[in-house]
């Protein structure tokens, strides 16, 4: 009887050390997301890609695959240089960590930001992103992007 008491007890303990360790892995990431979402609005690649990793992916709302850090890193920089772009930001719904607590999954809302001469556009809808943790450290894998939403000259 004593053996199985202290078995649902370290069951117990366990699962509420595992339940802490996910909470601050979500609030590791949501600060993760906090800080790219600061690089987007600051119009700094290198911030915005920081914690991603080397194949990242990037699936854009109506742009397409983008695969490889260095190939986003391009796309960002040259979506920087547009003249009527503002930013974007993505705003995290939920953060679910995997059981073994190597992996995770972001979903939210994202929206992109133009001005131009008619007043601007927006653009915007759901996103997902798939994170991995290495060497103790989260980082982004993938993101995809779902636009759901269009109103201005963006639009065309």
Known sequence: ???RCFATLLVVVL???SAAAAENDVAVILSLRADSNAGLL???VEQVLRHTTDDFVLVGGVSGAHVGK???HDYFLKGFAEPGFV???RAPDKVTISQSGERASERGKW???WRDTKG??????DYFAHWVKKNGAWLALAEVYVTLQCSGAICG
């Open 42 to 44: 600051a119009h700094d």
């Open 120 to 125: 601007g556009s927006l653009m915007g809808g």
């Open 1 to 3: 009887m004593r053996s």
């Open 111 to 113: 929206q992109g930001v």
């Open 15 to 17: 699962g509420l050390t």
């Open 70 to 72: 260095a190939v986003v």
């Open 87 to 89: 930013t974007y930001i």
